[in-house]
């Protein structure tokens, strides 16, 4: 009986299914075209990465660790993630998952709601880092001021594209959205300091002098490393063209409330 209904099936006429002649156009938000972060939201195993790798804090940081977590309720203790993954990221040289893994154990929280906030941050660096991490904003105050040109230098220079390091494991360049120095415009950051009113040239000469003082050891090397701030001759974010404003004494009660 079952090898007769097979061949009644086999015999039926298998209906038409004709290929659309052309395909329904989709609008999309967005006409530009997309474009993937060079980091994964997700985790996989690499030989500097797992979990196999063992991470402690170090006794300066238990210091530390104590001193933070005096800062908050005992019950809300969890609030403390992230000064101690920036703890552990420059301890570790990056936020690598046994770094995570510690975090979440001392604080009592699930691994995953310590992996979301290392996750959403660009602060945390899941991947090894050079000595010298390059970060180059790129937004509209520093693209207005030319900040193509500082990325071109980085990238001459350095001889790497973003997301990559150079083969010496000295600098790792990025690209990066505001820093908040917009006064400064274009800029860069490496590691904590701000480098501000750059051009190409300037570039490359800050990145020669780091260089240069990496050859170097003990005071020589102190005195040879670039000094942060802007590379125009500015002092801060005053005004490049002068003072233009309170130039004058400064107006008092007395010039409009002549009764005080």
């Not at 936020?95 to 995953?112: G, I």
């Not at 906030?117 to 001021?145: D, E, I, W």
């Amino acid at each position: 009986m079952a090898s007769r209904l097979s061949r009644i099936r086999l015999a039926l006429p298998r209906p038409a299914h004709p290929r659309p002649t052309h395909t329904t156009p989709i609008r999309t938000f967005s006409t530009t075209t997309t474009l993937r972060s060079d980091a994964l939201f997700v985790h996989r195993d690499t030989p500097e990465n797992n979990t196999s790798i063992p991470f402690t804090f170090s006794p300066q940081n238990e210091t530390l660790i104590t001193e933070i977590l005096a800062r908050y309720p005992p019950q809300y203790k969890k609030a403390a993630v992230m000064p101690l993954l920036d703890l552990g990221q420059r301890q570790h040289g990056f936020t690598s998952l046994s770094v995570m893994n510690e975090v979440a154990k001392r604080l009592d929280m699930p691994p995953m709601r310590v992996y979301e906030v290392a996750t959403f941050y660009t602060m945390y660096n899941r991947s090894p880092v050079g000595k010298y991490h390059v970060q180059c904003c790129t937004t509209t105050p520093c693209m207005l001021r030319d900040s193509d040109a500082v990325m071109k230098g980085i990238q001459d220079h350095l001889g790497v594209t973003p997301g990559h390091t150079t083969k010496d494991g000295l600098f790792t360049f990025s690209e990066v959205e505001c820093l908040g120095a917009c006064a400064n415009a274009p800029m860069v950051q490496i590691n904590d300091d701000f480098y501000e009113d750059l051009t190409y040239e300037t570039t490359i000469d800050l990145l020669k002098a780091l260089q240069a003082a990496e050859g170097a050891t003990g005071a020589q090397r102190a005195a040879k490393l670039p000094k942060p701030g802007p590379k125009s001759g500015r002092e801060s974010c005053e005004n490049s063209a002068g003072l233009t404003n309170l130039t004058g004494e400064p107006w008092g009660k007395e010039k409009f409330r002549t009764d005080l």
